[in-house]
């Protein structure tokens, strides 16, 4: 047989109304019952049953980020990440940004002198074959190699 406890639901609705702070939970644990039974007495208090969570900043410009929603075409990305839309498109190229100067290394062509990049994987490759990466292009290969078959042209 269960134990009926006498609760007073003035007392938890006046606890409730002088202290705004209190959570359900709260109230329960000082008059020993659940949260949930705090609810349902309190269920006629407005602001008595409140969502304690702060509501999320973007981390970049610090705009209120609203709810996701997937049927109003939010991206949960972004708000997982905890960036607004603008935010999120410039965070998500300055990571690829990083990403391939992570992944990469920078070189300037012997021929053309233009800026190119290799994967770090290819470089280490060719080092590994005693190669150098000196050339942007095939067709800078085939100038460096034509100009060393003739080198009187």
Same mark, same amino acid.
């Given at each position: 047989?269960?134990?009926?406890?006498?609760?007073?639901?003035?007392?938890?609705?006046?606890?409730? %109304?002088?202290?705004?702070?209190? @959570?359900?939970?709260?109230?329960?644990?000082?008059?020993?019952?659940?949260?949930?039974?705090?609810?349902? *007495?309190?269920?006629? *208090?407005?602001?008595?049953?409140?969502? @304690?969570?702060?509501?999320?900043?973007?981390?970049?410009?610090? %705009?209120?980020?609203?709810?996701?929603?997937?049927? #109003?075409?939010?991206?949960?990305?972004?708000?997982? /990440?905890?960036?607004?839309?603008?935010? &999120? /498109? #410039?965070?998500?190229?300055?990571?690829?940004?990083?990403?391939? %100067?992570? @992944?990469?290394?920078?070189?300037?062509?012997?021929?053309?002198?233009?800026?190119? &990049?290799?994967?770090?994987?290819?470089? #280490?490759?060719?080092?590994?074959? !005693?190669?150098?990466?000196?050339?942007?292009?095939?067709?800078?290969?085939?100038?460096?190699?034509?100009?060393?078959?003739?080198? !009187?042209?």
């Amino acid at each position: 047989m269960a134990i009926i406890k006498n609760i007073d639901k003035q007392k938890i609705i006046n606890l409730l %109304k002088e202290h705004p702070e209190y @959570t359900l939970a709260d109230v329960g644990r000082m008059e020993g019952i659940s949260r949930e039974r705090v609810r349902v *007495i309190a269920g006629d *208090i407005p602001g008595a049953c409140r969502h @304690t969570h702060l509501p999320r900043l973007c981390k970049n410009c610090g %705009k209120l980020l609203r709810p996701y929603r997937p049927h #109003k075409g939010l991206n949960y990305s972004s708000h997982r /990440e905890g960036f607004c839309a603008d935010c &999120w /498109e #410039k965070e998500k190229q300055r990571r690829k940004e990083e990403r391939f %100067k992570r @992944t990469n290394q920078g070189f300037v062509c012997e021929i053309c002198g233009k800026e190119f &990049w290799r994967r770090n994987s290819a470089v #280490k490759q060719a080092f590994d074959r !005693g190669a150098r990466v000196r050339f942007c292009s095939n067709k800078c290969y085939g100038r460096f190699r034509l100009s060393k078959s003739r080198p !009187g042209r």
